[in-house]
């Protein structure tokens, strides 16, 4: 059986339906995904999928007889934990040889893994490339056909529409507006596991906006590697805050969010966009990496600090309010002390309410992996540390503006810590905590806060 010339999606799922309805009940998948929120904005289509062919999905992995792990690559840490879990899960199979494997996603697009993949982990049924979710019954009726090994690690440059949809949540969407990465950081994988950049037509991302806030979805998560970029691929030149205002357009009680924002394409208009339409949250993740501008340039980041921290000076100029995150990396390749003070540096001045930092971690096939790096996984740690502390202290200083303030919020769960109280994120994205009911779960409330602390603040709704 030839992969290349298996019959339609459409075609496929009819088939792999069929071949399930043959069982007395209808068999549990179990989808595990690893990652950022496009892996799980895809791991929602496979689902959409599974469940579209006759499977029924379950939390539970010893009781699924499909189990599909949609991986990721952007730190070894998180390709260790897939091989990890795979190893674990070969005794299953060995006990129930018709139990379906299936590893999808960004690790299956490098090809020292696809070897390692055929070397160490044969009873892998389906391993499918990244961007490709909606060739998953393709694959899975060439299993179902007697094909060994249904695996194609290559990088598709499909955009999926209309692909049916297992959202985590009914009031929170994320919404892809466009795939891939032009960008080549040096230190990052996801240019070659994801390719270059796609953008969706915006008839297709207004239409899916629009029937979410008619289903009733609060929050819409617009999201794309560097979001900036959309539209730079379109013939009509529809750019990214021209489609923030034309979403902003669509009548309804929900907020708009996205990420990530690339700083080198984090123009006026873009901010402008940001602070000018009504259904905007107030706050922006804009990923910085370094505070050092020798180590941006390494990085191949194409803004320099004082850039960067021109932007931050123009939306707090126009909202001193507005809230910002960012992602940083420690201990890049022959990152100096002097170089990651200057982290600290822009740390204290930008004051960030939240951020994602990560040891730098090498990965094959990015020009950062050829660069000498003669700096000690221990003192890369003790930085790490450093950064930490510096921002916790920063956090609860932050935090203290809101006391006495109202905010919105948008509820999303219970309190583990303190029963009796429900979280959710203000506009601000700041984590808060209320006395409530399970009943007011994602729904929008105003919360007088009364009190903060480091990782969260507290209050009352009003
Ligand atoms: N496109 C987004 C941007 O440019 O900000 C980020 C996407 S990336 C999946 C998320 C974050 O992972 C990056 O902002 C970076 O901080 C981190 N990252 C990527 N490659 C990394 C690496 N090799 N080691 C450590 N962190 C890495
Ligand atoms: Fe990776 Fe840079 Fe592209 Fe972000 S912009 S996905 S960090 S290459």
């Not at 999808?104 to 070397?119: D, I």
């Not at 994205?429 to 009190?451: R, S």
Request: with cysteine.
């Amino acid at each position: 059986m030839e992969l290349e010339h298996l019959p339609t999606t459409p075609e496929c799922i009819r088939n792999v339906r069929e071949w399930l309805g043959e069982r007395p009940a209808k068999p549990l998948a179990y989808v595990h995904t690893f990652g950022c929120q496009l892996n799980v904005a895809d791991g929602e289509k496979l689902s959409g999928l599974l469940q579209e062919m006759g499977y029924a999905l379950t939390d539970d992995p010893e009781k699924a007889s499909l189990i599909l792990y949609n991986t990721c690559a952007v730190r070894e840490n998180a390709e260790d934990r897939v091989f990890g879990t795979l190893g674990n899960i070969k005794r299953r199979k060995q006990e129930d040889p018709g139990l379906i494997i299936a590893v999808t996603g960004c690790m299956t697009a490098q090809e020292q893994v696809a070897e390692k993949l055929k070397r160490s982990y044969p009873f892998v049924d389906i391993v499918l490339g990244s961007n490709a979710v909606a060739r998953l019954p393709q694959m899975l009726y060439a299993h179902m056909q007697g094909l060994r090994h249904a695996w194609d690690t290559a990088v598709s440059a499909d955009i999926p529409e209309n692909v049916p949809t297992q959202r985590e949540s009914s009031y929170k969407a994320a919404v892809p507006v466009m795939y891939g990465c032009n960008n080549f950081c040096t230190y990052c994988i996801v240019p070659y596991v994801r390719g270059r950049e796609r953008s969706r037509q915006p008839e297709a991302i207004l239409d899916e906006v629009r029937t979410l806030i008619a289903q009733g979805y609060k929050e819409i998560m617009l999201l794309g590697q560097n979001v900036n970029s959309y539209g730079k691929d379109l013939p009509d030149g529809m750019d990214f805050p021209a489609l923030l205002r034309e979403i902003d357009k669509i009548p309804g009680d929900y907020w708009i969010r996205f990420m990530s924002s690339h700083p080198k394409d984090a123009t006026p208009a873009l901010m402008d966009a940001i602070l000018e339409c009504d259904h905007l949250a107030k706050h922006l993740h804009l990923p910085v990496q370094s505070g050092s501008n020798a180590i941006l340039e390494r990085m191949n980041r194409r803004y320099t600090v004082e850039k960067y921290l021109s932007q931050v000076a123009y939306i707090r100029e126009k909202c001193p309010d507005f809230s910002l995150t960012t992602d940083l990396i420690v201990g890049f390749p022959d990152e100096s002390e002097a170089d990651f003070e200057a982290t600290l540096e822009l740390v204290r001045k930008v004051r960030y309410d939240n951020m994602y930092s990560f040891i730098y971690s090498k990965r094959t096939g990015t020009k950062a992996a050829l660069m000498p790096d003669p700096v000690t996984d221990k003192e890369k740690s003790g930085r790490m540390g450093r950064l930490l502390a510096l921002q916790r202290e920063i956090a609860v200083e932050n935090n203290e503006r809101f006391v006495g303030r109202t905010l919105r919020v948008l509820l999303d769960g219970e309190s583990k810590k303190r029963p009796g109280n429900l979280t959710g994120r203000s506009s601000e994205n700041m984590l808060v905590e209320c006395p409530g009911t399970p009943d007011q779960i994602g729904t929008f409330v105003n919360v007088k806060i009364t009190a903060s602390h480091s990782g969260m603040i507290e209050g009352m709704i009003v």
